[in-house]
């Protein structure tokens, strides 16, 4: 990785550490508060588990798999050559990678993630900073492969 793409992933943890920081502070008192009626809510919540709450206590489970992780990406993002397609796949490594720095960073601290963000117009779980990273980096990935990564041959992978 160039010095540019670590101080990008840097400030992607520290935005996401930061805003988890803000969640403690502010609403670990008050527990949740109103943003948009019926749509958005922050609400606190301590998860020690992973997505959706599965795997509940796992904390050591979810240590090594990140350190493993973060291997892979590493290992995979110095092999990726140069191309528009290809900065965008190292975007996207780029965007998981600090999600999982973020939530790894809370897990070695306390044993468990900060989540504070609760979309209300749908049934679905408070997550935060990190989450929407990993979230929209594995969507761009999974895109960019299917559509737009090519081999070394130049053509688009099958």
């Keep these: 990785m160039k010095i540019k793409e670590i101080v990008i992933v840097f400030v992607m943890v520290l935005i996401d550490q930061l805003s988890k920081f803000l969640a403690t502070r502010y609403l670990q008192p008050i527990r949740s508060t109103q943003i948009i009626r019926n749509v958005l809510d922050f609400t606190y919540v301590l998860n020690d588990g992973m997505a959706f709450g599965l795997f509940r206590g796992g904390r050591w489970f979810f240590v090594i798999v990140t350190v493993a992780i973060l291997g892979a990406i590493i290992f995979y993002y110095r092999k990726i ?17 600090a999600g999982a720095i973020g939530n790894f960073i809370d897990r070695l601290r306390t044993g468990y993630v900060v989540d504070f963000i609760h979309v209300r117009f749908v049934n679905f779980p408070v997550f935060n900073i990190a989450d929407i990273y990993v979230s929209i980096g594995a969507a761009l990935m999974f895109v960019l492969v299917i559509f737009f ?10």
């Design 81 to 97: 050559p140069k191309g528009k397609a290809n900065s965008w796949l190292k975007f996207s490594l780029m965007l998981v990678m």
């Design 149 to 158: 990564v090519k081999d070394e041959k130049g053509q688009k992978d099958a």
